[in-house]
């Protein structure tokens, strides 16, 4: 029988403890957990750990945002779609969000611009953005969904993502593809969702360029996942079995995070 990690809790609040792990939990978890009788006890069975009284509340936090993220990956559906809107519903304009002010937005040249590819893919040429607006182009209107609470509705046109890693030769049968961004930002997509069929590599937002303010020349859209996401600016792709985190990823944020 395997046994169980202890994780050691100098003083803490068991009751408080309980009350924010179940506020970290998605739907399913948090239901299985309630319904276990959402105690001290259940968080124990749920996580895996055995929490004693030495090392970090923070420890047994992240082993449940990583628990999250294992339930999150094994329910989603990659035939199931974000919900889509009108054109009346967009919002005009859209907000800007970053780590950062939007005057400190990256200014890139385009046409100095071009999309590093790498890892396991057959062909590794890099793509400049007159090459990549000659590929088919889709459009959708759906939800953007930022972690801090807010949400807007956009229009954004580009090429779905799926059909870029077919086009390179990317093996999707592994398991990440990682993005790096102008502005020193970072994100890993897990494969299932690089191949959802609205997962986009957006060009443009309400059929005009793709403004400097939401990520010009090229930001990946990812319906199904949380805002930060979605990185912008981006400059290069990477298809790799290894986990390479991301600028949130890296400070505790679930990697899953869909929406």
């Not at 209107?141 to 086009?167: M, N, Y």
Request: glycine share 6%; charged share 20%; with cysteine.
């Amino acid at each position: 029988m395997k046994k169980m990690r202890s994780l050691i809790i100098p003083g803490v609040d068991k009751q408080l403890l309980v009350k924010d792990a179940t506020k970290l939990m998605p739907d399913l978890s948090r239901r299985r957990f309630i319904a276990s009788g959402a105690s001290f006890g259940a968080l124990t069975l749920l996580t895996g750990c055995n929490v004693s009284d030495s090392l970090s509340a923070d420890n047994l936090l992240t082993h449940i945002s990583k628990f999250n993220d294992m339930v999150q990956a094994k329910i989603f559906n990659p035939n199931v779609l974000a919900p889509t809107y009108s054109e009346k519903d967009v919002r005009r304009p859209f907000p800007f969000n970053g780590f950062y002010s939007e005057d400190e937005a990256p200014q890139i040249d385009g046409n100095d611009w071009k999309l590093e590819v790498s890892g396991l893919v057959d062909n590794t040429k890099s793509w400049t953005l007159a090459e990549l607006h000659k590929l088919p182009e889709v459009s959708q209107i759906t939800r953007h969904i930022c972690v801090e609470g807010w949400s807007a509705i956009g229009s954004w046109q580009g090429t779905p993502l799926r059909d870029f890693l077919k086009l390179i030769g990317a093996d999707t049968n592994a398991k990440w593809v990682y993005f790096r961004c102008a502005e020193d930002y970072s994100s890993s997509l897990d494969m299932p969702t690089a191949l959802h069929a609205q997962t986009q590599m957006t060009f443009k937002f309400d059929n005009q360029i793709l403004p400097q303010s939401l990520g010009f020349p090229m930001k990946i859209r990812v319906p199904t996942k949380l805002g930060f996401k979605n990185p912008k600016y981006v400059t290069s792709l990477e298809v790799t079995n290894d986990y390479k985190g991301g600028y949130w990823e890296d400070q505790g944020y679930n990697d899953f995070s869909g929406s």
